[in-house]
């Protein structure tokens, strides 16, 4: 990380400049499914008023800064969580958590998924990390490929496998269109977890119905061969 030689404030200023009862109101009229979020961040810079934390970051007091000039604007909102999650902090981190699951309570789109998803993990809360990537391939805008991929790096990450099998099995018995990514992630878990026999069935079923020219098959057929008869 850079460090930068900006001031910093100490957070029980950053705390006193906000008006919290303006932004309630302006959530209460424009944007009333956001107010639950308002409060968590009240809460939050009670916190921070408290010397529990203490950001001291240039950027994201400016961010905080057009939170309070727009309270109700979910790029204002994504934009001061993105910071917070880039601190990589567990305070940070659960700023950023609050701020995703309003985005997510008002607008359930495959991007605030994610980022609520890859939020959770941050905070080792894995089920409910699982449990929201999940929710990805419910979207109209999402698709079963990424989520597949966050569902394996979730598996990864966590250590627990079996339940990566889990949720890429429910997700192949969805009939998504593009099934060999999923397929390819699966038998790279049942392999992980030691399953080798289910591994080699997903992945000569990709490389019976792949065309061979296709990355998903070549990767399939290396695999395939390193894991043998």
């Known amino acids: 990380w850079m460090v930068h030689s900006f001031p910093t404030r100490r957070s029980s200023d950053l705390f006193k400049q906000v008006d919290f009862t303006e932004a309630r109101r302006s959530l209460e009229k424009n944007a009333p499914g956001l107010l ?7 809460n939050a810079w009670a916190n921070l008023a408290k010397g529990r934390i203490g950001l001291g970051d240039a950027r994201i007091a400016e961010l905080e800064a057009e939170f309070q000039r ?5 790029d204002a909102v994504l ?14 981190v659960r700023l950023a958590t609050a701020l995703y699951e309003a985005l997510v309570e008002t607008d359930p789109c495959d991007a605030f998924l994610a980022k609520l998803a890859d939020a959770y993990a941050r905070m080792f809360r894995f089920d409910l990390a699982f449990a ?6 419910w979207q109209p805008d999402g ?18 496998l079996p339940r990566g099998i889990f949720e890429l099995e429910r997700i192949l018995r969805q009939n998504p269109a593009d099934p ?9 878990l049942y392999n992980d977890a030691g399953n080798r026999q289910q591994a080699r069935v997903l992945l000569d079923r990709i490389i019976a119905e792949t065309p061979a020219v296709l990355n998903v098959a070549k990767t ?3 695999m395939r061969q390193e894991i043998g008869n």
Do not use: C
Request: charged share 20%.
């Open 132 to 137: 929201t990537a999940a929710r990805r391939t």
């Open 79 to 92: 934009a001061l969580a993105d910071a917070y999650m880039a601190k990589n902090d567990l305070a940070s």
């Open 180 to 188: 060999e990514e999923v397929m390819l992630l699966l038998a790279g």
């Open 36 to 42: 639950e979020f308002g409060q968590r961040l009240e």
């Open 70 to 74: 727009h309270p109700g604007s979910p």
């Open 220 to 222: 399939a057929a290396a």
């Open 143 to 160: 698709g079963f490929g990424k989520a597949a991929r966050q569902i394996a790096w979730l598996a990864a990450t966590s250590g627990d």
